[in-house]
């Protein structure tokens, strides 16, 4: 059996000759002595045990076997040599892949403007979203399954770093024909006696433990039904009137008919968001994730500050 871990750039001398039919040309090609070439492509041709050229006074020509043998090497150089390249990308941040988990909507907001100018800085990166709880997203980012992971509150987990990147303020989603779909806003105790739904996924246990301590703190146990549904269907069942719902600011930039979201009345009334990841994750891309994170909150930061707060925050989507 011939020896075939070859070095590439054997092949490459060997290539380079076929296709310009001279020892001397290839070698002024690759800025190498032609002496070197015709060196390299003899032991090259004592590797496989037979000739890939016939030698003659103006140059050389290809033999059969060497002719079939270098179209099937020139393609697995080819192979090598962009495996090579995707590698040194990955390595450099700038391709592979990159898990998120998320549960909160990306239909506005920080998250939206984050994948979105991810894709375009970075296209070779494959983003992998996973929608979950918070409880599950951070166990994901402690075993590695995921690379980063956004969820509410400060989060504390062992060898794990975490960075608040932002806040939303918390709106009640009610159907479009609710008595207090009217108001500009809405207090708890608007809502006191109301019936509630949650999902089971995603911000769904977030969402009713926030209700509990909300309600509970003015005397109120609150009616709460847990929905295995996603964010869409959750949606439509408040359009009929199966309960109210609470959201963040993020959900706003995607359309629910029959379906209205009023801003809670306390301004308090807003969640912070952060990012958590393992301090051992080596991912380059992830460094450059949590790069972008930190310019895009420091850019939203400033331009929060250079501006009044205007508007209400009312949307109505039916």
């Given at each position: 059996m011939p020896d075939l871990t070859l070095d590439l750039r054997f092949?490459?001398?060997?290539?380079?000759t076929a296709e310009y039919g001279s020892f001397r040309r290839a070698a002024l090609v690759l800025g190498v002595p032609q002496s070197t070439v015709s060196r390299r492509v003899q032991l090259l041709e004592h590797r496989l045990g037979a000739r890939i050229f016939e030698r003659h006074h103006g140059g050389v020509r290809l033999t059969a076997g060497g002719e079939h043998f270098l179209k099937e090497a020139a393609a697995m150089a080819r192979g090598v040599q962009r495996a090579a390249d995707e590698m040194a990308a990955a390595r450099?941040?700038?391709?592979?892949?990159l898990k998120i988990g998320l549960f909160t909507s990306i239909s506005s907001g920080f998250l939206s403007e984050l994948l979105a100018e991810f894709r375009v800085k970075y296209p070779a990166i494959k983003l992998i979203l996973d929608e979950d709880t918070a409880e599950a997203n951070i166990a994901g980012a402690i075993s590695g399954r995921l690379d980063l992971a956004f969820v509410s509150g400060d989060p504390r987990a062992p060898n794990c770093i975490s960075k608040t990147f932002w806040q939303e303020r918390i709106y009640v989603v009610m159907s479009s024909d609710h008595p207090l779909a009217d108001q500009p806003t809405v207090c708890w105790d608007d809502i006191r006696h109301e019936d509630f739904i949650v999902s089971a996924g995603g911000p769904g246990p977030e969402i009713?433990?926030?209700?509990?301590?909300q309600l509970w703190a003015i005397g109120f146990r609150p009616s709460i039904v847990v929905h295995g549904v996603g964010r869409e269907n959750l949606m439509g069942l408040v359009a009929k009137?199966?309960?109210?719902?609470?959201?963040?600011?993020?959900?706003l930039g995607a359309i629910y008919t029959g379906v209205t979201f009023r801003p809670l009345a306390e301004v308090s009334d807003t969640v912070i968001m952060s990012g958590i990841w393992s301090s051992s994750n080596e991912n380059p891309a992830l460094k450059r994730a949590i790069e972008l994170c930190v310019r895009i909150a420091d850019d939203r930061?400033?331009?929060a500050r250079s501006r009044p707060n205007v508007?209400?925050?009312i949307i109505n989507n039916g």
């Amino acid at each position: 059996m011939p020896d075939l871990t070859l070095d590439l750039r054997f092949l490459r001398y060997a290539i380079v000759t076929a296709e310009y039919g001279s020892f001397r040309r290839a070698a002024l090609v690759l800025g190498v002595p032609q002496s070197t070439v015709s060196r390299r492509v003899q032991l090259l041709e004592h590797r496989l045990g037979a000739r890939i050229f016939e030698r003659h006074h103006g140059g050389v020509r290809l033999t059969a076997g060497g002719e079939h043998f270098l179209k099937e090497a020139a393609a697995m150089a080819r192979g090598v040599q962009r495996a090579a390249d995707e590698m040194a990308a990955a390595r450099k941040g700038e391709a592979g892949s990159l898990k998120i988990g998320l549960f909160t909507s990306i239909s506005s907001g920080f998250l939206s403007e984050l994948l979105a100018e991810f894709r375009v800085k970075y296209p070779a990166i494959k983003l992998i979203l996973d929608e979950d709880t918070a409880e599950a997203n951070i166990a994901g980012a402690i075993s590695g399954r995921l690379d980063l992971a956004f969820v509410s509150g400060d989060p504390r987990a062992p060898n794990c770093i975490s960075k608040t990147f932002w806040q939303e303020r918390i709106y009640v989603v009610m159907s479009s024909d609710h008595p207090l779909a009217d108001q500009p806003t809405v207090c708890w105790d608007d809502i006191r006696h109301e019936d509630f739904i949650v999902s089971a996924g995603g911000p769904g246990p977030e969402i009713q433990d926030f209700l509990i301590k909300q309600l509970w703190a003015i005397g109120f146990r609150p009616s709460i039904v847990v929905h295995g549904v996603g964010r869409e269907n959750l949606m439509g069942l408040v359009a009929k009137r199966s309960g109210l719902s609470l959201t963040t600011e993020s959900s706003l930039g995607a359309i629910y008919t029959g379906v209205t979201f009023r801003p809670l009345a306390e301004v308090s009334d807003t969640v912070i968001m952060s990012g958590i990841w393992s301090s051992s994750n080596e991912n380059p891309a992830l460094k450059r994730a949590i790069e972008l994170c930190v310019r895009i909150a420091d850019d939203r930061r400033r331009t929060a500050r250079s501006r009044p707060n205007v508007g209400s925050g009312i949307i109505n989507n039916g």
